[in-house]
């Protein structure tokens, strides 16, 4: 047996897993057997918000070791194997898990401009845990790795390709380490492991992926999780004209924009409000802001699925997953309304169950709730990664 501890350092949170994992599931992917067993796990939350007590993500980490020691798991223990860590942007150095290096987590480092609200908060993961424990192996499991393999079609902005090639301007994804699991499972749901997959991660970033027989052929995030889906607090698909408009007629700074479209959009910017458990209740109430709210945040996943649909030609299964995705009844019912002509139909009782598949028996794609689990997916590639590296 081997433990692999995880750490999914987020912009205010830090999630943490502790796994016990069978000597004869090396990481790859599919079904592990039931060898894999869930040790610890905890979220560290409110990091740096005021009257927090988690001030930085170095007390972050510290709370994380405590909560493990609590358990009974001290994080200096002999029987922990490796530190896999999520790092959201990998750029075009890193299309793969990767063995921490001080080369690599300069690298990391040099990508938090393409970033900034996320590498940052995994390189602080990675330096804190280096610092506690020197002697393991840690990994970087990057969003971007899944997306990599995206046609040129799909990855390539229509600007002057000579600027684009200068500044690394063009659309990398996210979510990558949810969208590879997730399609997996949804395929294995329908038994077509080689089948079309939508997935839909509704978290507090949100975005959509198209999949094909296991590759993804496009998704919604670009060269910054600021694209596509409608977010907790980041806008998505904006005309970049607004910018330039925001910019130079209301001389608003770039710093001021970037605020603007990263934290005080979305939902927060629409109803006041980024947790959609309060816009559902809102919503129920009558509240017209609310409703408003919603009504843009299902329009846009409404049209990501319609041109996933185009994209994919046809399509096997509809996978919602993510804080959102898993729970929320009333964003399935109306992204999803209206769109019988293309062979998606719900069940409205399974829907409300909100367990496997939620689709009629009619519908010609099945739709289902499939939770996603980031931490599961990186362990299994931590693993990988280091078996490979033992075998040389
Ligand atoms: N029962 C629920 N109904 C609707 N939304 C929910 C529910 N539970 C959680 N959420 C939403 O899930 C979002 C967080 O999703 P999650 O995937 O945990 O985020 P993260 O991107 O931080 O991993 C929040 O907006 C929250 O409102
Ligand atoms: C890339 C991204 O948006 O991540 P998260 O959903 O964790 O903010
Ligand atoms: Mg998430």
């Known amino acids: 047996m081997t433990q692999v501890l995880v750490l999914n350092s987020g912009s205010s949170s830090v999630k943490y897993r502790l796994l016990s994992i069978g000597s004869g599931d090396p990481g790859g992917a599919g079904n592990d057997g039931g060898r894999t067993e869930r040790l610890a796990s905890g979220t560290v939350e409110r990091i740096g918000e005021e009257g927090s007590p988690v001030a930085d993500h170095a007390a972050a980490l510290e ?27 990998g750029g075009t150095d890193f299309t793969r898990p990767t063995l921490i290096t001080d080369e690599v987590a300069a690298g990391i480092r040099n990508l938090i401009p393409l970033a900034p609200l996320h590498n940052p908060a995994n390189l602080a993961g990675i330096e804190v845990a280096r610092r506690l424990r020197p002697d393991l192996p840690q990994v970087a499991v990057f969003d971007t790795a899944f997306h990599a393999t995206m046609p040129e079609a799909a990855s390539t902005y229509a600007i002057d390709r000579e600027t684009a090639r200068r500044f690394g301007v063009r659309r990398y994804g996210f979510h990558g380490t949810s969208h590879a699991y997730v399609s997996r499972e949804a395929a294995a749901l329908v038994g077509r492991p080689e089948g079309n997959v939508i997935v839909l991660h509704l978290g507090n970033g949100a975005s959509a992926s198209a999949v094909s027989a296991g590759r993804c052929v496009d998704t919604s995030m670009g060269m910054t999780p600021l694209e596509g889906l409608v977010m907790g607090t980041r806008s998505g698909d904006i005309d970049p004209g607004a910018i330039l408009h925001l910019r130079r007629t209301a001389g608003m700074s770039l710093a001021e924009i970037d605020g603007l479209l990263n934290r005080r959009s979305g939902m927060l910017g629409l109803c006041g409000d980024n947790d959609m458990r309060e816009v559902g209740r809102r919503v129920a109430e009558g509240d017209p802001e609310a409703e408003l709210a919603l009504a843009v945040y299902c329009h846009r996943l409404r049209k990501y699925v319609g041109a996933y649909c185009a994209v994919l030609g046809t ?22 309304s209206g769109l019988e002509a293309f062979g998606i139909v719900l069940d409205p009782a399974r829907n409300a169950d909100g367990k496997g598949v939620i689709s009629a028996d009619g519908s010609r794609v099945t739709v289902a709730v499939v939770p996603t689990d980031e931490e599961l997916e990186i362990a299994r590639q931590t693993l990988d990664i280091i078996s490979r590296t033992n075998r040389g």
């Open 63 to 89: 709370s994380v070791a405590d909560e493990l020691a609590a358990a009974g798991f001290g994080i200096d223990s002999p029987e922990l194997t490796a530190i896999g860590h999520r790092v959201v942007h």
């Open 315 to 336: 399509v096997d299964v509809i996978a919602f997953t993510g804080g959102v995705g898993e729970n929320s009844v009333l964003v399935r019912e109306r992204a999803l």
